[in-house]
């Protein structure tokens, strides 16, 4: 089965140690709303240059939620690049990560920013009916 699902989120993102260097470690904790609904949590490694708008970022958070009527968890890597304010962002579900009923799940998420509100679109494919 394929599917798309929408929906919003809030993040927090918190720093881990000291941050001293120029590569930061962050927490992240997310809450799903919409076709999606469930928290995640994972790590960030962040990096800001110096030219204004210019940054990229790497993640891992592993999602716990309901997709499709179906419950259990999957993985999502992050790779993220600011160039002078234009974002590239490439969100994936790591393959054979969906554990329980979401076992096979795999997808793209894109997430979009407006108006200070996060918005999710998961592009996904599972197998066997809902």
């Known amino acids: 089965m394929h599917g798309e699902a929408r929906g919003t989120f809030e993040v927090t993102l918190q720093p881990i140690g000291g941050n001293e260097g120029p590569i930061g470690l962050m927490s992240i904790d997310k809450h799903f709303h919409g076709d999606l ?31 499709a009527g179906r419950q259990g968890a999957f993985t999502l890597q992050h790779n993220g690049v600011m160039t002078r304010g234009e974002p590239q962002l490439s969100v994936v579900v790591v393959p054979d990560s969906g554990s329980e009923g ?20 998961l592009l996904y494919a599972l197998p066997g009916p809902a």
């Not at 609904?37 to 939620?65: C, D, I």
Request: aromatic fraction near 6%.
């Open 37 to 67: 609904q469930g928290r995640s949590v994972g790590r960030m490694l962040a990096f800001r240059t110096p030219v204004e708008g210019s940054a990229g970022y790497v993640a891992m958070e592993r999602v716990t939620a309901t997709l």
């Open 102 to 121: 979401l076992l096979g799940l795999s997808g793209t998420l894109h997430i979009t920013l407006s108006d200070g509100r996060h918005e999710y679109r």
